[in-house]
T-cell receptor, first 110, second 115 residues
């Protein structure tokens, strides 16, 4: 079993839909990243959070430390949101290593 | 925001040659950089942690002599794939630890193809 699990693995949505991607982890963490990887390969960090909720534009990320669960929401989805979304947790130990989920491939159709 | 660059973005080489990939933090100093490898449709796999001025820490199963890492300055880490073989073909991504140690900034990646 992976230390970081994401669901769903694949998601197809229609433009305008509200999208939720979930991340559950089983290790102690100091923080969690939501990353976006476009087909070209480059990775962008969307959020880094250790508690509560953050919002940036149409993106919202929440985390529940007690339940070891985080969600990424996209409101009013658009085809340009199509990408792989990766949840990565920062090891709560001294190394600050990132442990990655397997990613969610999102396709938003016009 | 903080920017990390990688060079080259894409390289094709013959089997047996060595390839050097550079990772630079452009607007901040990074004591620690990380090197990852990503196979198609797979998640990133940490290869090694690069610390400025000291030897890199390699993950289990990663050959130190195969993947040479040098972090000679606070803005530059290099990964050299020595005697490359087709199975080394992959997407290599670096990240740099920002001023806040729980933030990492990712490079755009380097696509290596070994013929």
């Amino acid at each position: 079993k992976n230390e970081v699990e994401q669901s769903p693995q694949n998601l197809t949505a229609q433009e305008g839909e509200f999208i939720t991607i979930n991340c559950s982890y089983s290790v102690g963490i100091s923080a969690l990243h939501w990353l976006q990887q476009h087909p070209g390969g480059g990775i962008v960090s969307l959020f880094m959070l250790s508690s509560g909720k953050k919002k940036h534009g149409r993106l919202i990320a929440t985390i529940n430390i007690q339940e070891k669960h985080s969600s990424l929401h996209i409101t009013a989805s658009h085809p340009r949101d199509s990408a792989v979304y990766i949840c990565a947790v920062i090891d709560g130990g001294a190394t600050n290593k990132l442990i990655f989920g397997t990613g969610t491939l999102l396709a938003v159709q016009p | 925001g903080a920017v990390v660059s990688q060079h080259p973005s894409r390289v094709i080489c013959k089997s047996g040659t060595s390839v050097k990939i550079e990772c630079r933090s452009l607007d901040f100093q990074a004591t620690t950089m990380f090197w990852y490898r990503q196979f198609p449709k797979k998640s990133l796999m940490l290869m090694a942690t690069s610390n400025e001025g000291s030897k890199a820490t390699y993950e289990q199963g990663v050959e130190k002599d195969k993947f040479l890492i040098n972090h000679a300055s606070l803005t530059l880490s290099t990964l050299t794939v020595t005697s490359a073989h087709p199975e080394d073909s992959s997407f290599y991504i670096c990240s740099a630890e920002g001023p806040s140690t729980d933030t990492q900034y990712f490079g755009p990646g380097t696509r290596l193809t070994v013929l």
